[in-house]
């Protein structure tokens, strides 16, 4: 598993970080998003890959 | 049956029957006329769009714009045309959409919104020992959620709370469906002439709060935001930030203890507080109107061919009881495990304030129900004044006893 995050297209909405808190993050000076674990562990999956069809923007992908 | 209707005699916004529940005709329309046209209360036409995938598709492509400046983009209040004159961002397209929202998101970001939830709670506090002290039946809108709302954004932009009833009189003329045109107009200007004495305030006094933070870092002439910009960016802050979570208090309330299962629920294991917000949030939908685009190009729709230039009205309560989304949608249900639903939109325009409303309705909802085990409404539900035609729906007041 592969997610990558565009901040040129994140609206930090929040519903990465909010859905699966150990996989994204936002960051403290701008509020984009940050990818914490792109390669998460295989019982974070699920939940990240949720949380990338929740996001509003189109700003994150998986492969 | 509900009855069949067509574009010329369909008038929007569409009648509710329960008022808990979507107007039912959204159902019939979601399943034999998907994308359909309505006639508007300010005149011209839009097409309603009612099923989650196309209400979803409609907020996040480019082919429907929010751009209020668009020739024919559909209005629903009357005043609503001259705002849309100079609209704040939220009715604006990328790139300039983007170019405002990113002075603002840093502040409600998820970690920003946890440092005020104990600012959150002692104001949730402080409110119910104030209601407890009086004698019910006690407004309950006028008396917590309005004023729980009102001084958390109030906080946080830097607006002087003692005003509140200044503006929240004329924000309430803005979003009423009763409005005149020149009731509107006059709201209007008093509130930029309040928010323009507010921002003269801030560049003499700068404090730490959201508003300074603005006029320090961006108002021309050392920023890149026009004096009219900052205060429409304001106005709107304050507006959406007092109105809908006010909204969600008192109509979630009510909606908790109609189904007093899921309130049992919730004091049994206060562990599903987020999923049962998430709940109402889909369940009651508030912003179903205020979703409204204008198609930039030729496009279709679930078959329905849509013009350049004809105004759409993405329906979010119709897309969050679609049982293709949502089976059995007319169930508030705990355990639904719902996280999609679009109560707070969706695309590049997603609610900037989500996480602070979520935060603001965990702290209400886990506090009012323990502090109140009792509470009931003092008059039946069915009579109580909903906000019918309102752009946000919700209960004008809510009487309440324990």
Same mark, same amino acid.
């Given at each position: 598993?592969?997610?990558?995050?565009?901040?040129?297209?994140?609206?930090?909405?929040?519903?990465?970080?909010?859905?699966? !808190?150990?996989?994204?993050?936002?960051?403290?000076?701008?509020?984009?998003?940050?990818?914490?674990?792109?390669?998460? !562990?295989?019982?974070?999956?699920?939940?990240?890959?949720?949380?990338?069809?929740?996001? !509003?923007?189109?700003?994150?992908?998986?492969? | 049956?509900?009855?069949?209707?067509?574009?010329?005699?369909?008038?929007?916004?569409?009648?509710?029957?329960?008022?808990?529940?979507?107007?039912?005709?959204?159902?019939?329309?979601?399943?034999?006329?998907?994308?359909?046209?309505?006639?508007?209360?300010?005149?011209?036409?839009?097409?309603?769009?009612?099923?989650?995938?196309?209400?979803?598709?409609?907020?996040?492509?480019?082919?429907?714009?929010?751009?209020?400046?668009?020739?024919?983009?559909?209005?629903?209040?009357?005043? *609503?045309?001259?705002?849309?004159?100079?609209?704040?961002?939220?009715?604006?397209?990328?790139?300039?959409?983007?170019?405002?929202?990113?002075?603002?998101?840093?502040?409600?970001?998820?970690?920003?919104?946890?440092?005020?939830?104990?600012?959150?709670?002692?104001?949730?506090?402080?409110?119910?020992?104030?209601?407890?002290?009086?004698?019910?039946?006690?407004?309950?809108?006028?008396?917590?959620?309005?004023?729980?709302?009102?001084?958390?954004?109030? *906080?946080?932009?830097?607006?002087?709370?003692?005003?509140?009833?200044?503006? *929240?009189?004329?924000?309430?003329?803005?979003?009423?469906?009763?409005?005149?045109?020149?009731?509107?107009?006059?709201?209007?200007?008093?509130?930029?002439?309040?928010?323009?004495?507010?921002?003269?305030?801030?560049? *003499?006094?700068?404090? /730490?709060?959201?508003?300074?933070?603005?006029?320090?870092?961006?108002?021309?002439?050392?920023?890149?935001?026009?004096?009219?910009?900052?205060?429409?960016?304001?106005?709107?802050?304050?507006?959406?930030?007092?109105?809908?979570?006010?909204?969600?208090?008192?109509?979630?309330?009510?909606?908790?203890?109609?189904?007093?299962?899921?309130?049992?629920?919730?004091?049994?294991?206060?562990?599903?507080?987020?999923?049962?917000?998430?709940?109402?949030?889909?369940?009651?939908?508030?912003?179903?109107?205020?979703?409204?685009?204008?198609?930039?190009?030729?496009?279709?729709?679930?078959?329905?061919?849509?013009?350049?230039?004809?105004?759409?009205?993405?329906?979010?309560?119709?897309?969050?009881? /679609?049982?293709?989304?949502?089976?059995?949608?007319?169930?508030? /249900?705990?355990?639904?495990?719902?996280?999609?639903?679009?109560?707070?939109?969706?695309?590049?325009?997603?609610?900037?304030?989500?996480?602070?409303?979520?935060?603001?309705?965990?702290?209400?909802?886990?506090?009012?129900?323990?502090?109140?085990?009792?509470?009931?409404?003092?008059?039946?539900?069915?009579?109580?004044?909903?906000?019918?035609?309102?752009?946000?729906?919700?209960?004008?007041?809510?009487?309440?006893?324990?």
């Amino acid at each position: 598993m592969r997610i990558t995050a565009d901040t040129t297209v994140c609206i930090s909405a929040g519903m990465c970080a909010l859905t699966a !808190p150990g996989v994204f993050d936002q960051e403290d000076d701008d509020g984009l998003v940050a990818v914490l674990l792109p390669d998460p !562990p295989e019982e974070l999956r699920e939940t990240a890959a949720e949380a990338v069809r929740l996001c !509003p923007s189109g700003a994150l992908d998986i492969r | 049956m509900s009855q069949t209707t067509t574009p010329e005699s369909r008038s929007f916004p569409l009648p509710r029957q329960c008022p808990f529940a979507p107007p039912p005709e959204y159902g019939r329309l979601r399943a034999e006329e998907p994308v359909s046209k309505a006639r508007l209360p300010t005149g011209g036409t839009a097409w309603l769009v009612t099923r989650y995938e196309d209400v979803r598709t409609v907020l996040s492509s480019a082919v429907f714009s929010a751009d209020g400046t668009r020739p024919g983009f559909p209005t629903l209040l009357p005043g *609503q045309a001259q705002v849309l004159q100079r609209p704040p961002f939220i009715r604006m397209d990328p790139p300039q959409h983007s170019f405002y929202r990113r002075m603002l998101i840093q502040e409600f970001t998820l970690k920003r919104i946890k440092t005020m939830r104990p600012g959150i709670q002692a104001t949730v506090n402080r409110l119910l020992d104030d209601l407890l002290a009086r004698t019910p039946p006690v407004d309950l809108v006028e008396a917590f959620a309005l004023p729980v709302s009102s001084l958390v954004i109030c *906080q946080l932009l830097g607006v002087p709370y003692d005003d509140h009833e200044f503006f *929240q009189s004329r924000s309430k003329v803005g979003v009423s469906g009763e409005s005149t045109a020149e009731q509107f107009a006059a709201a209007l200007g008093e509130l930029r002439a309040y928010m323009d004495g507010l921002i003269t305030r801030k560049q *003499q006094e700068p404090g /730490d709060e959201l508003l300074s933070k603005l006029v320090t870092e961006h108002l021309e002439p050392a920023g890149e935001l026009r004096r009219d910009e900052l205060l429409m960016m304001c106005l709107m802050l304050l507006n959406a930030g007092h109105e809908t979570t006010a909204n969600m208090i008192s109509l979630g309330t009510v909606a908790l203890l109609e189904h007093p299962d899921q309130l049992a629920a919730l004091r049994e294991n206060p562990e599903l507080l987020p999923d049962i917000i998430e709940e109402l949030l889909r369940y009651l939908s508030i912003a179903d109107l205020v979703t409204t685009r204008i198609a930039a190009e030729d496009t279709e729709l679930s078959g329905t061919r849509i013009r350049a230039g004809e105004g759409v009205i993405a329906l979010l309560a119709a897309a969050d009881w /679609d049982p293709a989304a949502f089976p059995e949608p007319e169930r508030l /249900d705990v355990h639904r495990g719902n996280r999609h639903h679009v109560a707070f939109g969706y695309g590049v325009h997603q609610c900037l304030g989500q996480n602070l409303a979520r935060a603001e309705l965990e702290v209400v909802f886990s506090t009012l129900f323990r502090r109140i085990p009792t509470l009931r409404v003092a008059v039946p539900v069915d009579e109580l004044p909903y906000k019918h035609g309102n752009l946000a729906y919700g209960i004008h007041e809510l009487p309440v006893t324990w």
